[in-house]
């Protein structure tokens, strides 16, 4: 069934509304409280460890809650988007996510903690494919590619910035300072948007597909799920494959549906497109390199070298800072070069990058670490702009809502995937080798506080309150022990990354779509 479905503006705009600068400005400011959100977060995550009495599993659910909701909801928000309007929704997640994170700052328990978290992401998958969407109609044609390097550089900039202000706030402050700074970037959002965001919404697309939204929902439940739960039960255990194998059954019945209601959820011809598919597996492939190795660099700086939040947020600065720079020349490189070239170079720079961190020493210094975190923002910015544009770019302007959804999803997953199973690799290689390199001591540590003691390795850390030659030996056990699990996380990474150059050679830059007819089923 086809249908000519057109986008329509809800009311005529006023002095402002609508322009393409002033939209990028708007929606920015409240992907900037996102991101903010997530750096500040991870540099929190050791003090929010020892305050809120917290195990490495509590942490990665402090991560892996928001990713789980974002995932399961990102594509439905941005239907929801594409039916009632991209800025009213973006309006009500910027909302809801300053409110949220107000109540985290107030939360004394870390399952509170981890429940507003997750809460957090629903309103977070509100906002993000909006945000996309308004972009993508305010930047038709050939100018998205500019818009899109903007917006990596915008978010450049606040990762930048989060590192150092979550720093300065968890070292002076307190961890809950953290979540508080987002009311105030809330507040100038929505203010903000109400100005300057132009209404756009499908014209003829009339009602929201609720079985899809139950399908779809439970599918990405059972495989998000199935990927947290993982290192905690293990690939092989039945429970892990119970959740896979729901999740592709459940996944096989919603395509199945998707091709026959009249107005689909994610219309699968977005999808006919072979660099929106591919894309797509770029974008996870991408997040799963950078935020599964990333993951583990905090306790790096904190547990191993033992640095502040502020010290430890500065070390990762080149990362953040090199994407303001990197993100505009990959936006004008795409446009000159196609994505092919920009991505698949893109990707080769990041596993040399990857290659390099996983050369890094217990004493590494700060150009040892600084030098591959420059080439990993020059290699992710043309991956991160590129695939963005294919995906929502070559997607017709009535379904942009869904498209940004496809590509916030991509990168959810991906990060979730990422942080699963190179925690995984991680906390097992750490267990692996920490016995050898306690040496004879090690028959004298009972079962039970070996476990502890392989627990606290993960995170780069040692028992606390230990003094003389046995805190040293321990100490010095724990720092090897995590270095050789981050070392093989970051071997890993780079064969992921190869293997997304290797992808990114199959893209194509696809023309997009203005006004033409959508695929309804």
């Known amino acids: 069934m086809t249908q000519a479905v057109s986008v329509d503006a809800d009311a005529p705009p006023g002095r402002g509304q609508g322009h393409p600068w002033l939209t990028l400005l708007a929606v920015s400011l409240g992907v900037i409280m996102v991101m903010l959100d997530g750096t500040v977060v991870a540099i929190a995550n050791p003090v929010i460890q020892v305050e809120l009495k917290a195990t490495l599993a509590d942490l990665q659910w402090v991560t892996s809650g928001y990713l789980l909701a974002l995932a399961v909801f990102l594509i439905t928000a941005g239907k929801l988007g594409d039916l009632f309007g991209h800025k009213r929704v973006f309006l009500i997640g910027v909302a809801g996510f300053a409110l949220t994170s107000l109540a985290i700052g107030l939360s004394s328990s870390i399952g509170v903690l981890i429940a507003l978290r997750v809460l957090q992401g629903l309103f977070g998958a509100l906002l993000q494919p909006a945000a996309l969407a308004l972009l993508r109609s305010a930047f038709p044609g050939e100018k998205l590619n500019m818009a899109m390097g903007a917006w990596g550089a915008i978010i450049g900039l606040s990762s930048a910035a989060g590192p150092i202000v979550g720093g300065l706030l968890v070292e002076n402050v307190s961890w809950q300072s953290v979540f508080f700074i987002n009311v105030p970037v809330g507040v100038a959002a929505l203010a903000f948007g109400l100005w300057a965001l132009r209404e756009r919404r499908a014209k003829m697309l009339s009602r929201v597909d609720w079985l899809g939204v139950v399908l779809l929902s439970g599918a990405m439940f059972a495989l998000v799920w199935a990927i947290i739960k993982a290192p905690e039960w293990g690939w092989g255990d039945a429970k892990t494959l119970g959740f896979l194998a729901a999740a592709v059954v459940v996944g ?213 309150g230990l003094t003389g030659p046995v805190a040293k030996t321990l100490a010095d056990a724990a720092h090897l022990s995590f270095m050789d699990g981050l070392h093989l996380g970051f071997v890993v990474s780079t064969a992921v990354a190869l293997l997304a150059a290797a992808l990114a050679l199959f893209v194509k830059a696809g023309r997009k779509t203005e006004g033409a007819p959508v695929h309804m089923g």
């Open 252 to 464: 096989a019945v919603f395509l199945f549906w998707q091709s026959k209601v009249s107005e689909p959820l994610l219309p699968l011809s977005l999808f006919r497109n072979a660099s929106v598919s591919i894309g797509t597996v770029l974008m996870i492939l991408m997040s799963f390199a950078m935020f599964g190795a990333m993951f583990f660099l905090t306790f790096f700086f904190q547990g191993v070298h033992g640095l502040t939040p502020l010290d430890s947020g500065l070390r990762m600065l080149p990362m953040s800072a090199g994407m303001i720079v990197a993100s505009p020349i990959a936006g004008i490189l795409i446009g000159k070069l196609g994505p092919k070239i920009t991505i698949a170079g893109g990707m080769v720079i990041s596993a040399f990058a990857m290659f390099l961190m996983s050369r890094l020493s217990v004493e590494a210094a700060f150009a040892d670490s600084a030098i591959p975190f420059v080439l990993l923002a020059f290699g992710l910015s043309p991956v991160f702009v590129g695939a963005t544009e294919i995906i929502v770019g070559n997607a017709p302007e009535e379904l942009s809502g869904v498209a940004g959804g496809v590509q916030n999803s991509a990168m959810q997953i991906g990060g979730a995937l990422g942080t699963a199973i190179l925690g995984a690799v991680v906390s097992a290689k750490v267990a692996d080798v920490l016995p050898g390199y306690l040496g004879p001591a090690a028959a004298a540590v009972p079962p039970a506080q070996m476990e502890g003691l392989k627990a606290l390795a993960s995170v780069g850390q040692a028992p606390p």
